[in-house]
């Protein structure tokens, strides 16, 4: 796929100290019995905490089944660990609706094959028009002439997982 290699990744750079120190007193607040861990439902505090939101019983699942079996819980440094990388998805979610808001010129919520052609023609100008077509059909999944933001997520996370 096109953007394979050229998508936007997530950066991992050092967390912020004072969202660390958050992080920390987050962890602390909702380990009230003082384990040096949170159980399952003491994690799902935390997230409501950090994100505003609770975690689906499949995410909760997810998150407890990767942590070392011989503790009844998630650690400190655990919890670090999956705060990091929820921040930075969401950081990186944050970023591609911003790419696609700046090609969705007229706010219709879908990218048509001229929104295409000028963004590339902006930041690619010597880029032929057939691999910008090419580009957009490979985008647009339901081939309905429109590619909405489902499908430019799709595209911008494509390789994502490949190192």
């Known amino acids: 796929?096109?953007?394979?290699?050229?998508?936007?990744?997530?950066?991992?750079?050092?967390?912020?100290?004072?969202?660390?120190?958050?992080?920390?007193?987050?962890?602390?607040?909702?380990?009230?019995?003082?384990?040096?861990?949170?159980?399952?439902?003491?994690?799902?505090?935390?997230?409501?905490?950090?994100?505003?939101?609770?975690?689906?019983?499949?995410?909760?699942d997810s998150v407890m089944s990767s942590i070392n079996q011989n503790t009844s819980g998630i650690?400190?440094?655990?919890?670090?660990?999956?705060?990091?990388?929820?921040k930075e998805a969401q950081l990186y979610w944050s970023e591609i609706r911003h790419i696609f808001t700046a090609f969705d010129r007229h706010y219709r919520g879908f990218l048509t094959l001229e929104d295409f052609k000028k963004a590339f023609k902006q930041v690619a100008p010597k880029l032929p028009e057939r691999i910008i077509v090419e580009v957009f059909r490979e985008v647009d999944q339901d081939s309905d002439g429109h590619v909405s933001f489902k499908d430019f997520e799709y595209a911008m996370k494509c390789g994502q997982n490949e190192a």
Do not use: Q
């Open 1 to 60: 796929m096109f953007f394979a290699k050229g998508g936007t990744r997530p950066r991992t750079s050092e967390v912020d100290p004072s969202e660390h120190k958050k992080w920390v007193k987050v962890f602390k607040a909702c380990d009230e019995d003082n384990k040096g861990y949170l159980s399952r439902e003491d994690f799902k505090v935390a997230v409501v905490t950090l994100f505003g939101y609770k975690p689906s019983k499949i995410e909760a």
């Open 75 to 86: 650690l400190l440094g655990d919890f670090l660990n999956v705060v990091r990388k929820k």
